[in-house]
């Protein structure tokens, strides 16, 4: 929901009066809580003309300034007292039901997902929707129920300045509301142990890299990365005892989960780096050359669609329901799949947040979902095939250090390297120019030279070139490592594993039972295979069954021949 500042601020008017101050609380409070999540230019703007209609009430600058910034303090107090207070239950129970009817349109969908992306075009994100799209599932796994272990996915968008890694990022954020997420545009290193606002089940966003710790050993950095894996900020600090005199410490705590999203022109440090996904935006000419043409197309229209409030609705609802638990029953073949392949350690980080991406589809689509016996939503096949066709280059770029656009480079520097110089039309017969790649992608000089640089680190490209400040001259290195990536979907069908403890899948479903309920009341189904056995299920939505048929539950026989993925007791799983 759009706020209007102007409104707020014109609240504030009172022509020919002098009022004291303590008739302008109230304005002045709206005003604040208003802009406590909203981006530093727009809040500090809005301040500065606060201060220059509070200046025309006969208030000085200073107490003007003074007067809205005791505001903004009570506001994030208050802000974070309601976050980490339990709602009550009845007034709970009741915003859930407002919310769920305002998103039902988008519940209700064939796929939420579609809607998403229609949406981010609608917002004017010109050619394909990848990056906003990974973004605006990354920022849904704040929701997620974590466990020590799991992680929700930190999102490092990359590319050169202007490629639109921020607004690739702002276009997803339009879509969340605004208790989803916290900005943080410029600070101290320490901004966010000593930022008053909330971190529980919100998105942390840093406007740029540069802005969050620095170092692999800045203990403000270390807070940091802790803060992304432990689920919670702890950071301990000297003080001193006013009483006393005494030096003393003092440990401050902020409850998680906190989804970290950022970007920058490089990668980050080698400890963070490995806590974070990250994905280059796109800055082919293809890819310039869409978003001229919607640029265009904005300015004809006269300026983008608002975000629909269906979709907005949507996020505050699962913010709501946060924690959700999700249980993906087929993860133990996934996890075997990907083992197969040559990784290195970091796949236990890489491996948490794929599930997580995979478990935020299955939220955003639960409404057609059924639960298990302990409350838990259970992913399907279909949610790992929208993730796979996302993230599948991303994630097989994180693994083994050679993406797909890493990849490309290489090859093309072999390929032209195999040529005859005349022939190949290259600057130097000694080597290939990053110019010479760049012609041949379609790509521009900075992202060409990007991507050689990865490969020239890990040795898949040599540079001939030893004088500083002078063009490489590359030449083709050691082979690139085996493409990784993720197993096909189709790899994983009939691997459907137990989504509850003492439970197996039974695939020869046939027929379903849904007993009628009374609105709002929850919906009880049976499912039935060829021999009349049935497995209960509960569904959140007493309005509409699932059309997709559910597995049937049924205990399984221990350690036996015909379950060799399941080597433990089940009493120990």
Known sequence: MKIDFGLLLAALDRPGQRPEPAELIGPIQVLAAALLHVDRLTRESTIQSAVTRLRGLGLTKAAAEALLRSALTAAAEADRAAASADPDPAQRGQRLAELRDQAKPVLEAKDPLALVAEAIKARGYGGEPRAPMIAYIAATSRVLAMRPGTLPVHLLLTGSPSAGKNYAWTVARSLLPQEAWHAIDAGSPRVLIYDPAPLRHRVVVFSEADSMPSGE??????????????????????????????FKTQEIIK??????????????????????????????????????????EIELRGGVKEPDAALVALQSYLQLLAPIDVVVPFVENLSHRIGQARVGPRIHRDFARLISLIKAVTILRHHRLGQDPEGRWASEIEDYRAIYDLVGEMYQGTTTGASEKVRQVVETVEILYARPSQASGRDDPDGIR????GRELELGDSAAWRRAKVAIKNGWLINREERKHRPARLIPGDPLPAAGGLPKPEDLVGSMQPPVKGCELQTDLTTSEFAPSAQGATQTGTQRNADGNGASLQFASPDQPPKTHRP??????????AHPGYPLDWDEV
Do not use: M, W
């Open 217 to 246: 050993d800045n203990p403000a950095a270390s807070a940091l990365r802790n803060t992304l894996q432990d689920h919670y900020l702890h950071y301990c600090v000297v003080v001193k005892d006013p009483d006393t005199g005494q």
């Open 255 to 296: 409850p998680g989960p906190t989804v970290l999203i950022t970007t920058a022109t490089r990668r980050l440090g080698e400890q963070l780096d490995s806590r974070l996904f990250t994905l280059e935006v796109p800055e082919d000419q293809p890819a310039i050359r869409q978003a001229l043409r919607k640029q265009a």
């Open 434 to 437: 990053v110019r010479d790649i």
């Open 552 to 561: 049937q539950l049924s205990p399984p026989p221990r350690n036996s021949a």
